[in-house]
């Protein structure tokens, strides 16, 4: 069966720091990977989707990149944090079913 | 803009009662649309998918789809405090990237 991992489950980290998530899929080939943000009282914000290795597209404009340097591992990263990057960051893989999730990262910038 | 409207809630229904949930999508051209539900700190869990018009059921909870009133909606039947929760509507518009509502808070009361 499929799997889904990320980690760290929670992060708390400084302004100006860097930042790197990990993502990781089990029991498929060839996926497609996508970054959510979740701030706090607001809904789903696409970050990147990957079709496959090395291929990255950017939803929206902003201090995080994206990584996909194998076919099922997706990274996000940062170079310096901003406060405003504080949110649950979420992987997903999609299915024909939808989407499937991993457990989260919740990242505080202080 | 491809937006997915929800009423963000809280939306509270007794114990043993039908909980209706309701969302607008604004693409006519979307294909697919899901139900997530979300607990509070952790991610969210697809519960039910519906690709065509009309009503599909599974267990205590039914979809509804109406693609001429873009419109979809979930029925809980039976409602448990553990289907407490915020439920997240989603849609794919067929370029495999899924659009979510910000959701809405449901508290069955005891």
């Known amino acids: 069966s499929q799997t889904i991992h990320q980690w760290p489950a929670t992060l708390v980290q400084p302004v100006g720091s860097p930042l790197s998530l990990e993502c990781t899929v089990e029991?498929?080939?060839?996926?497609?990977l996508y970054w959510y943000r979740q701030a706090a009282g607001r809904g789903l914000q696409l970050l990147f989707y990957s079709v496959g290795i090395g291929q990255i597209s950017s939803e929206v404009p902003q201090n995080l990149s994206a990584s996909r340097p194998q076919d099922r591992q997706f990274i996000l990263s940062s170079k310096k944090l901003l406060l405003s990057d504080s949110g649950f960051y979420l992987c997903?893989?999609?299915?024909?079913?939808?989407?499937?999730f991993g457990s989260g990262t919740r990242l505080t910038v202080v | 803009q491809k937006e997915v409207e929800q009423n963000s809630g809280p939306l509270s229904v007794p114990e043993g009662a039908i909980a209706s949930l309701n969302c607008t999508y604004s693409?006519?051209?979307?294909?697919?649309f899901f139900w997530y539900r979300q607990y509070s700190g952790k991610s969210p869990e697809l519960i039910m998918f519906?690709?065509?018009?009309g009503d599909k059921e599974d267990g205590r909870f039914t979809a509804q789809l109406n693609k001429a009133s873009q419109y979809v909606s979930l029925l809980i039947r039976d409602s448990q405090p553990s289907d407490s929760a915020t439920y997240l509507c989603a849609v794919n518009g067929g370029d495999d990237k899924i659009i979510f509502g910000k959701g809405t808070r449901l508290h069955i009361l005891p």
């Open positions: 693409d006519r051209g979307s294909q697919s």
């Open positions: 519906i690709y065509s018009n």
């Open positions: 997903a893989w999609s299915h024909n079913y939808g989407y499937t």
């Open positions: 029991g498929t080939s060839n996926p497609n």
